[in-house]
């Protein structure tokens, strides 16, 4: 037998990995001058874009956001209170800023006292009583048209102005339910009165009535007071509350007969707002315990016990006022800028005969 050879073993070539290819992307080209002088000018042009949008912020929108008055939970920003301002034509800041600040309490209080809510048929009811005047009735054009004239003279929006209306009316319900509180049978004292410009006038004339004259010959002589001058200084029965304080208490505690000490009594004058200071010489004829009011007399007291009532939740409730920078009162600086803005804005006014109707 013929011996097999064993088979050779097979040699494996190494296989040849394919290669990959990865071409290389070309070189980014660098910006030439003027590509880089383009990107520049973008950039500025944005940071002047974003700085001069923030500066616009700051002195056109911020100022006007802020809140310039808070009372208790409830606050009023500046830019409606530059409104009210405008709205409220020959009215100072201080006096806009009390008349906000009673709207709020009222509005506070109100709700504490379960009154019910103004309505918008309250508000229409109410607008068209004032709007016909004289007239029995008022037709819708000419609502429509004297309700806006109303917008157009106070500046504000239909929706502000009816709430400032709506404020009227809680402020008459308010007031009404506590005047129906006060009683009509009140103390009241027959008064005399003389009114001279000087305190040493008014010591000459005491003199005089100390002397043995009677108190109603020396009224009709110096007395500056033309409405009681001519009956010698008689101003009928009176209500010693309704008169300032500082007056009321000598009333109360002069005998009867008997010639006050002159009393000092400063007011300020409405047109020129300059202070006047008067000298008062009083004298009480008679005093009754209790005495029927007049309904003159009975409405006056009634709108005291209002007020009253206002100033006692003014004082429980905290009312600040943010000025600028930082100044909680009304300063010079804050009190120029809002007459300066209140100008501007009066300047914008679709009618330029305002009157300064108050809503």
Request: net charge negative; glycine share 6%; charged share 20%.
């Amino acid at each position: 037998m013929q011996r097999q050879r064993p088979p050779k073993p097979i040699k494996k070539r190494p296989s040849r990995q394919a290669k990959t290819v990865v071409s290389a992307a070309p070189p980014s080209k660098k910006p030439t001058g003027k590509s880089r002088l383009a990107l520049t000018i973008a950039a500025i042009v944005l940071v002047i874009a974003i700085i001069a949008s923030a500066a616009y912020y700051m002195v056109a929108v911020q100022p006007f956001q802020r809140v310039i008055l808070s009372v208790g939970d409830d606050s009023i920003k500046t830019g409606y209170f530059l409104k009210r301002m405008v709205a409220s034509q020959g009215m100072t800041a201080d006096s806009v800023i009390q008349s906000l600040t009673a709207e709020l309490i009222i509005r506070q209080q109100a709700a504490a006292m379960g009154f019910p809510a103004v309505t918008e048929q309250d508000i229409n009811d109410y607008l068209r009583n004032i709007a016909k005047g004289e007239n029995e009735t008022i037709s819708d054009a000419d609502y429509s048209k004297w309700f806006q004239e109303r917008l157009d003279t106070t500046g504000l929006t239909a929706e502000e102005f009816n709430k400032v209306i709506g404020g009227e009316i809680l402020a008459q319900s308010v007031q009404d339910t506590i005047g129906a509180q006060v009683n009509p049978q009140v103390p009241q004292s027959h008064v005399w009165i003389i009114v001279l410009d000087t305190q040493e006038n008014a010591a000459n004339a005491k003199a005089r009535i100390d002397g043995g004259e009677s108190f109603d010959t020396v009224a009709k002589e110096v007395s500056l007071d033309t409405t009681s001058k001519e009956n010698g200084g008689d101003m009928g029965w009176q209500i010693p509350e309704l008169f300032s304080t500082q007056i009321s208490s000598v009333i109360d505690t002069l005998d009867i007969g008997k010639c006050s000490d002159p009393v000092a009594f400063s007011q300020q004058d409405s047109t020129t707002g300059a202070t006047n200071t008067s000298y008062l010489l009083l004298m009480v004829s008679e005093k009754s315990a209790a005495m029927q009011a007049t309904d003159t007399q009975l409405s006056q007291l009634k709108y005291k016990a209002f007020l009253d009532w206002l100033s006692a939740q003014e004082a429980s409730t905290e009312i600040v006022f943010h000025g600028l920078n930082g100044s909680t009162t009304l300063d010079d600086q804050t009190s120029t800028w809002i007459t300066y803005q209140v100008q501007k804005l009066i300047r914008k006014l679709p009618s330029s005969t305002t009157t300064g109707t108050t809503p």
